[in-house]
């Protein structure tokens, strides 16, 4: 039992260092020996727990999509409007990429290794686009937007997220998310239904 605990400590612990040099340095630029020396942990260690590079870039990958996964059904299993739903969504999804590594790492990898497991944007874009549709059908978007290119350009802010983070020099914590705040209010007013005139009612039809 004791033995077993090691190695899933020793595991995880490999999996938590991998996820830095990934998200710092790419899948290219990592190597098991750089990995061996970061971890502190023998090249023998570490390829008892994972003989290729591509073995431990799957699990920070599988780490990253879990946590992602987490906090989506966490918000969307709140309820209300669909509109404060994706708001909600897009600001958790910023903080997530703010202070988890193995978020990040796992957005780098499955761009730079396209077709060795699902994409990261995979755990959380169906959902934008679900809620864009709701919101839409609910009467919450202006008629004239088409929540395509809306869903579109959320993955565009998330991702400029991800870059932002990794970049690294912010000046206080939340920073990047409160960034992403503004630029998500700026949307949101954008594409937002108008509220009804005083006076309208229930709706422009005259019926109360």
């Known amino acids: 039992m004791v033995k077993q605990e090691r190695a899933v400590r020793t595991r995880n612990h490999l999996i938590s260092v991998a996820a830095a040099e990934f ?6 630029g990592t190597s098991l020996s750089r990995l061996s020396r970061s971890a502190d942990i023998s090249i023998g260690a570490v390829t008892f727990h994972f003989s290729a590079k591509g073995e431990l870039a799957s699990a920070v ?17 709140r309820g209300g409007p669909a509109l404060d739903t994706l708001s909600a969504l897009v600001l958790a999804l910023g903080r997530l990429v703010e202070t988890d590594v193995a978020v990040r790492a796992a957005a780098r990898l499955t761009q730079e290794r396209a077709g060795a497991g699902p994409e990261w944007c995979c755990c959380w874009l169906p959902e934008v686009r679900e809620l864009l549709e709701q919101a839409a059908a609910q009467g919450q978007l202006d ?64 019926n109360a």
């Open 61 to 77: 990958e599988n780490a990253g999509r879990s946590a992602t996964r987490r906090v989506v059904e966490g918000v969307t299993a």
């Open 23 to 28: 998200d710092r340095n790419g899948y290219d």
């Open 143 to 206: 008629p004239e937007v088409d929540p395509r290119p809306v869903a579109l350009l959320t993955a565009h802010l998330v991702g400029g997220v991800v870059a932002r983070a990794r970049r690294g020099r912010v000046e206080r914590p939340d920073e990047v998310t409160g960034e992403l705040g503004e630029l998500w209010w700026l949307v949101r007013r954008s594409i937002a239904a108008a509220p009804p005139e005083a006076g309208d009612g229930v709706g422009r039809s005259g």
